[in-house]
């Protein structure tokens, strides 16, 4: 239930003109435009003679001015164009003296003192929340909406006013009622009163109109917006809505069977979705509440802007309310700046949502773990303190720079500067942190491979697993001649086949002679560890399989030097081929099957 | 999409954990020749990375509900739970325990602190607790949703253990994939099924998995273990009674087949005691436990493995055998009946209290019908249907079997135990739907003691065929084969290709019940039953999510101390989501309370009205699903809510809402019916 006035002020020494637009807050215009033009003869100013003027009031009823969310005066530029960004004047709120109780005032600050017979035009921009009342206030699910809106059809002001004129804008041009002044005159959806001439200061003539508005009333009891920076490349936006549903109380009960049905007609009163504008390249965009996500919602953009339509649960009938969370990535590089060796983050204010008016806007920018040196600046006055977050992987806390305002409207979405410091280094913390705690981990997981953890050193089963370790460490070792003899034996067999090839009988005694040595060398060690096996008590049990195994192998290795030394007499000889070949095959035959029973042996001890 | 592809790659790791459980009996036995040095530490390895793999697998398979929909929980049930383990991280562990719940059974208010399994609660907390610690700022919520997931990961491990201690390491692999994406076990472990199962099912291998080892070991470190593992379970789930009833009944059939030893006698009475102490302080158990009937069949068989010890003893201390048969004669007999003596002044004078009406349903299915409506009526109480045996296990339904004969080829103390857990909770699977669950992990271990050793056998075939055929071949170009090779490959001519194929077969049984189970989870186990999907006109995906519109609404619309009447399913979801006071929930404690609503449900408006004004009812919540087609409303329920009101208020009678025995909603409906609409 928002009305957004625009009002407009032209100033002359002699001649005030004020022009003043009254629309409401959502741009499609609830209420009307009120359009005001005072010409007035300022008295006062031309009392003090050539003393100059340096200030002009504003006067508003208190009843107004909670409502006041923004109130903006900006020099005048050109005929009926209000631009909101052009330098404005510095306003503030004062209280002057012998002035009526029920007033506020405020002072525009002109930027050059006034002499005597000059004059100066300016605009005024003030935006109303909640200056719309529904009547009646209770309706039922089929019924439209009536809303009114009260104002005086004069300007209210300290000078003496000498030609005004309002202008009230509908957004439709079903019209109730509305007071009926003299000079009164209705263009379609918009009322003109005036022009009056010639009024004093202080005049006042009360107007009411009454129209249908089944524009949804959208107000945000408290947006919270959670902005937290990430310098790996990410803003993170959160934004959490209380809303409301601010006009007419539904009363009766509501059918769901109606409202899907028509919904136009049995539920016109009903808010059915919000649009945000986000800019563009966002995203990972959510929209859930605390039961969980909502999936009604649609997403669309291009590479100017990217729009997001959000429904809530269910529609939103007059006093009903719904809560909901958005949440949104944007790219770090759109919104964080660097300006000597300082960062600032340069982001929008309000809510993204149109059409929202906002009673308590609380924005939390979330800087980097270690930033310090925090400043903001904001375009307009704004609660400020500071706190702290624990995060992910955080040890002191996140600071956290906390603005807070209240009747927040569109026009308050303006950019706002965090500037703060942050070293590089300071990022490299959480990686770091992980890398060591990962460490950490594995070097606790070696440690406790590597240590002996049981209690009692002495005990019967403590000392048997120790000789346990040693007879496997030792049958390991068995099998590692074993194998070494294996692969002797393999390459015996090899020069063989060379042998059988080249002919050439002296590289095959070299590679014997190579072979000899190596097994003795093997059965040297084999002799060692086997001694040790014997002796140990726990190796009993298999110990006769090892022995067994080392006597194969030996029978094997004499088997495989026989048949290589048969081959190489045939050779050196020169007795026929045919002729070694039969000799060899019945030595061959002893060597598989030997060779199969010492591979079967070794699997064997290695399954026990 | 993102469901389609991820599907796809469920498939593919599903199919690769059994294949590579081939693959390690294969590869360990081929190409390690060479590397003969290492075959330790490799089949070592490759064991953990399998492990590893299947702890992955288990906890992506179970992601598909967040893929699918939304973390979110699921059902009714975890709604609870998920609003207790709030409670519990933002109150402390002394709140919690303390804690008086006026939000629901308006006027009558639950003592929540005494009237539930804490375990889930306590663990989703510590587990919160210690990830905050280690600065990791997750939502409680996401911690409930990734309990189930999380645990049903480390069942895989137990189960691999299990399988281990009971057969061998290769059992255990395959028992550990099996386990990781059986349906029945997904069923109440994908994320966001916040319930105790999930959990509970964890506990219960745990304990059984370190009580055969304490039975194999003798160890009192093993069974002191075990006790706390029951603890755990009894903490966590009101199925610890199968734990304590079908150890003593395990115990008892080692007893008669002549299996007693100082092992079984150390591992049970340390199990029992501790276990039983420690469960009394469980505060929802408490002294239940030495009084009810439940607990007696434990206590008997505690004494009994006294007196086998006396018995022991005094065989030890008289030679004579004459003497002690006489001796065993007598204690037998008076032990007997100082038992039955005892339990039947203990009956008779109240101390001990009859079996509950769940217990009687479980052993005898049709008692629940006739008795208790309210039981009755809860789906997953049914008698389970073939169809739906199948669906669960699939190929390890015919598997099962196969294990047990294996089992029973090869008798030890572990695999008795296998074989009696497989054969009881078999049979309770058959009476109610939900206790498939339980019978699950002994299905998954007996099938894959099958498979293993099935693929054992044919792969040692395999491997003796192939060295022979190497060694062949490294003889070189030498003319004459050995003869005797020829004859043993004459013994059994198809021998190779027999097991090459059987191979082949068992591989595509297993990987189809990959593909099962993963097209199981993905289609019929991953909804939450809150929000339900269907598919539009054009193939889009419609959403239905009004039963969290109407939640919302409620929690936002209402005053905070409105009272919501609904039928009991929604209890829960109220409380949770809606956050109001509800008159009955699905804590179906007291059941005249439940009466009540059915009673002014199913009663004419103006009587109804009465009802609800005394019960101080604000909001109705009924579920009406004609629009869209939804089946599960409570038109549908409406006859159990006549049954459950006719139970306590004997004027509310069936008939009177029938039409010739037929129920009917349409214009030829019984004239009560429709005026209770």
Known sequence: MGVRRKMALRFDLIIFTILLFASPVLSDLILSKVDRRIDLTSQIVENEGSEPVSEVLLAFPDLQVKDLALLKASPHEGKGKVKSLSASLPVENVKPNGMPAALTFYAVKLPKALGKGDSYTFDVLAVFAHALRPFPEKITQADIQLVVFQESAFYLTPYVVKVQSLSVKLPESRIESYTKLENTKIHGSEIKYGPYENLPSFSYSPIVVHFESNQPFAVAQEVVREIEISHWGNVQVTEHYKLVHGGAQNKGEFSRLDYQARPTIRGAS????????????????????????????NLWGDSKKTELLIEPRYPLFGGWRTAFTIGYGLPLKDFLFELEGNRFLNITFGSPMNE????????????????????????????????????????????????????????????????????????????????????????????????????????????????????????????????????????????????????????????????????????????????????????????????????????????????????????????????????????????????????????????I | MVGKTESQNGAVKATAAPAMNLESDLFSNFSFKSFKLKTKQQELLLRVSILGLVYILAFITRLFSVLRYESMIHEFDPYFNYRTTLFLTEKGFYEFWNWFDSESWYPLGRIIGG???????????????????????????????????????????????????????????????????????????????????????????????????????????????????????????????FIINLIPLYVLVLLITGRYSMRLYVAYNCMYVLGMLLAMQIRFVGFQHVQSGEHMAAMGVFFLMQVFYFLDWVKYMLSDTKLFQAFLRITVTSAIAVGALALGVGTASGYISPWTGRFYSLLDPTYAKDNIPIIASVSEHQPTAWSSFMFDFHILLFLFPAGLYF??????????????????????????????LVATPAVCLISAIAVSATIKNLTSLLRTKSKTAVAGSSKGTGGSKASSKASFDQSQPFQKNGAIALLLGAFYLLSKYATHCTWVTSEAYSSPSIVLAARGAHGNRVIFDDYREAYFWLRQNTPPDAKVMSWWDYGYQITAMGNRTVIVDNNTWNNTHIATVGRAMSSYEDEAYEIMRSLDVDYVLVVFGGVTGYSSDDINKFLWMVRIGGGVFPVIKEPDYLVNGDYRVDKGAAPKMLNCL
Not at chain 1, 272 to 287: G, N, Q, T
Not at chain 2, 407 to 436: E, H, N, P, Q, W
Request: hydrophobic share 45%; proline share 3%; with cysteine.
């Open chain 2, 407 to 436: 089992c029973f080829k090869k008798l030890s103390d572990a695999t008795i135990f296998i074989v009696m857990y497989g054969l009881t909770s078999m049979y309770f699977a058959g009476v109610m739907v939900r206790l498939i």
């Open chain 2, 115 to 241: 009237t539930l399994y804490p375990g889930l609660m306590v663990t989703a907390a510590f587990i919160y607790w210690t990830l905050r610690f280690l600065r990791f700022a997750v939502h409680i919520r996401e911690v409930c949703v990734l309990t189930a997931p999380f645990f049903a990961s480390n069942t895989t491990v137990v189960a691999y253990f299990f399988g281990k201690e009971i057969w061998d390491s290769g059992a255990g692999l395959v028992a550990a994939a099996f386990i990781a994406i059986c349906p029945g076990y997904i069923s109440r472990s994908v994320a966001g099924s916040y319930d105790n199962e999930g959990v509970a099912i964890f506990a219960l291998l745990l304990t059984f998995y370190l009580f055969v080892k304490a039975v194999n070991t003798g160890s009192l470190a093993w069974a002191l273990a075990s006790a706390f593992g029951y603890f755990y379970m009894v903490s966590a789930w009101g199925g610890y009674v």
């Open chain 1, 356 to 607: 929202l008016v906002i009673d308590n806007l609380i924005v939390k920018v979330v800087l980097p773990e270690g930033s310090g040196d925090i400043s903001v600046s904001a375009p307009f006055p704004v609660n400020q303190w500071e706190e702290t977050k624990l995060s992910h992987l955080d040890l002191t806390g996140r600071p956290v720079v906390v603005l807070q305002k209240t009747n927040v409207v569109p026009e308050h979405n303006q950019f706002f500067q965090v500037y703060y410091k942050f070293s590089k280094l300071s990022m490299l913390r959480e990686p770091f942190m992980l890398i060591f705690g990962f460490f950490s981990l594995f070097v606790a997981g070696i440690v406790y491979m590597h240590v002996d953890m049981s209690i009692s050193k002495s005990s019967a089963a403590y000392l048997a697993r120790l000789q346990w370790d040693e007879v496997q460490a030792a049958i390991q070792q068995v099998e590692n001649v074993i194998n070494r003899c294996l692969t002797t034996h393999d390459k015996l067999e090899a020069s063989l086949r060379d042998l059988s090839r080249t002919g050439d009988v002296q590289a095959c005694k070299a590679a014997r002679k190579a072979a000899d040595g190596l097994l003795k060398e093997l059965s040297k060690e084999l002799k060692l560890v086997l001694s040790f096996l014997q002796s140990s008590s726990a190796a009993s049990q298999i110990l006769p399989k090892v022995e067994e195994l080392v006597a194969k192998e030996k029978d094997l290795q004499e088997k495989v030097m026989a048949k290589h030394s048969t081959v190489v007499d045939c050779y050196e000889k020169k007795t026929g081929i045919r002729d070694s070949e039969n000799r060899v095959a019945a030595q061959q035959q002893k060597i598989t099957a030997l060779r199969q029973e010492v591979e079967n042996l070794l699997e064997l001890i290695d399954e």
């Open chain 1, 270 to 297: 009903a808010f059915k979705y919000l649009i945000a504008k986000m800019p563009p390249r966002v995203h990972s965009v959510y929209y859930r509440d605390e039961i969980g996500n909502i999936s009604t919602s």
